[in-house]
């Protein structure tokens, strides 16, 4: 399985890197969405500040959409999803792989946007244990979860649009929870975002256990 | 005589509709066989019911020993099919499509290398994105992940279709050498005659069904292409 899951991230990384979509499409999107909010709020430099985390993590949540799309998008074209189906990896290797994937990607755009939220909304980092440990449980529960809805939809015609309206609900609890860790770690209260980061990695490993699981037979079904 | 394939009363839906509507067949080890019939006969079908992507609803379904009515995964890493599409990934490169395509299959990465040789995938283009390809080139490319795969059971479908004259001598060398190290190969073909010259059976399909076949007769004799 873990062989599996290193041969399609690898793929995952290869095409990416080839095709340069995150970077020149993704990322750029990213960094305007954050833009066009500081432009927005920019009147009141204090909302800006305090609203700061739950900017950024809809924005990672925005542009993570797209990096999952893409995801799935690699495979419908030339009938690759047959290929591999055919490949004979293991479907539990194949979501880890695809996860792996998109978290890898996402770990890229938020340290971007990270760098984005200081400029552009004058927040300064505290407590950074607890940023990274929300960061990286938001990160593995977005990827998972996004995966397993992402193969859910792949085999429909309306996949694009309908991927997410299957994905914004069921990510919200997960969003809210790291705006509040982040918000907790920001105004130097971190005893309040412990909590919210406990329920996200109950929220990661719920969409990552139910992934290595179902992954497979969705394949099947797409 | 062992049997690659041997399908009784099979039956596989697409949707509602029985594409394969109680086929009989059988493939024994070795055999080249051409499935001949027309549009909507249900030889595509066939193919990927055989590689284990279409279920199959009722009847009887061996491949290569795997009753594919219980497990139709099990049998995949086993099987090379060559499809209408080319099963590709456009942003990668031939090298990086072959190597992925090798390693998922247990192959080494060398025998990427060596079916790149094999298919006249040489130098530059192994560097090159399939996107970029020629549809001739992709239909090589394509034919390369099969025998970089070194499968036991070859299913083509419609496999010289694209390929120039020598891409397809190729192809029929290729076939031929594969049979002769023991593999099965099932192609479905509308180039009769160029089918048949490789084939040492051929059936045909109608309505979803096996109507008839052939006596097995040996293929002609051709250099075939090693692959080492």
């Known amino acids: 399985m873990w062989r599996d899951a290193a041969l399609v991230a690898g793929k995952d990384l290869r095409v990416e890197a080839r095709s340069r979509?995150?970077?020149?499409?993704?990322?750029?999107?990213?960094?305007?969405?954050?833009?066009?909010?500081?432009?927005?709020?920019?009147?009141?430099?204090?909302?800006?500040?305090?609203?700061?985390?739950?900017?950024?993590?809809?924005?990672?949540?925005?542009?993570?959409?797209?990096?999952?799309?893409?995801?799935?998008?690699?495979?419908?074209?030339?009938d690759a999803r047959d290929a591999l189906r055919l490949s004979g990896l293991d479907g539990a290797g194949i979501f880890l792989g695809k996860a792996l994937a998109v978290a890898v990607q996402l770990v890229a755009l938020e340290a971007v946007l990270t760098v984005g939220v200081v400029v552009l909304y004058n927040v300064r980092l505290h407590d950074p244990l607890l940023l990274v440990l929300t960061a990286l449980a938001t990160t593995v529960g977005l990827a998972a979860a996004g995966t397993v809805y992402g193969i859910i939809a792949a085999g429909l015609r309306v996949r694009d649009t309908l991927l997410p309206l299957l994905v914004l609900p069921v990510l919200a609890p997960a969003l809210l929870a790291s705006a509040r860790a982040c918000e907790a770690a920001l105004t130097g209260a971190p005893g309040d975002g412990w909590p919210w980061v406990r329920l996200l990695f109950v929220f990661a490993?719920?969409?990552?256990?139910?992934?290595?699981?179902a992954f497979g037979p969705l394949l099947e079904e797409a | 005589m062992t049997l690659a394939v041997r399908l009784r009363s099979a039956v596989s839906l697409l949707g509602r509709f029985p594409a394969l509507a109680g086929v009989d067949l059988d493939v024994a080890e070795g055999e080249v066989v051409l499935v001949q019939g027309a549009n909507g006969a249900g030889k595509t079908t066939l193919l990927r019911a055989c590689a284990g992507l279409a279920a199959f609803a009722s009847g009887e379904a061996e491949v290569l020993g795997h009753d594919l009515r219980r497990d139709r995964k099990a049998v995949r890493r086993r099987i090379g099919l060559l499809g209408h599409a080319t099963f590709l990934y456009d942003d990668l490169t031939v090298a990086d499509n072959l190597r992925f395509a090798a390693r998922a299959a247990g192959a080494s990465a060398a025998s990427a290398d060596e079916a790149m040789t094999a298919l006249g995938l040489d130098g530059r283009l192994r560097e090159v994105a399939v996107a970029k390809l020629s549809a001739g080139q992709r239909r090589r490319a394509a034919v390369a992940v099969i025998v970089a795969r070194r499968p036991d059971l070859w299913l083509l479908d419609e496999p010289h279709a694209g390929l120039d004259a020598a891409g397809r001598d190729l192809l029929d060398a290729l076939v031929r050498g594969a049979a002769t190290r023991g593999a099965t190969v099932v192609l479905a073909s509308h180039e009769l005659d160029r089918a048949a010259a490789i084939a040492s059976r051929t059936v045909t399909m109608a309505g979803g069904q096996v109507i008839g076949g052939l006596l097995a007769r040996p293929a002609p004799t051709m250099e075939p292409v090693h692959v080492a």
Do not use: C, H, K, M
């Open chain 1, 21 to 78: 979509v995150a970077i020149n499409q993704v990322v750029p999107f990213a960094l305007l969405v954050l833009v066009v909010f500081a432009f927005a709020l920019d009147s009141d430099r204090d909302t800006l500040t305090r609203v700061g985390p739950g900017l950024f993590w809809v924005t990672v949540l925005f542009s993570g959409l797209l990096a999952i799309q893409r995801s799935f998008v690699i495979e419908a074209s030339d």
């Open chain 1, 205 to 213: 490993t719920i969409y990552v256990t139910f992934g290595v699981v």
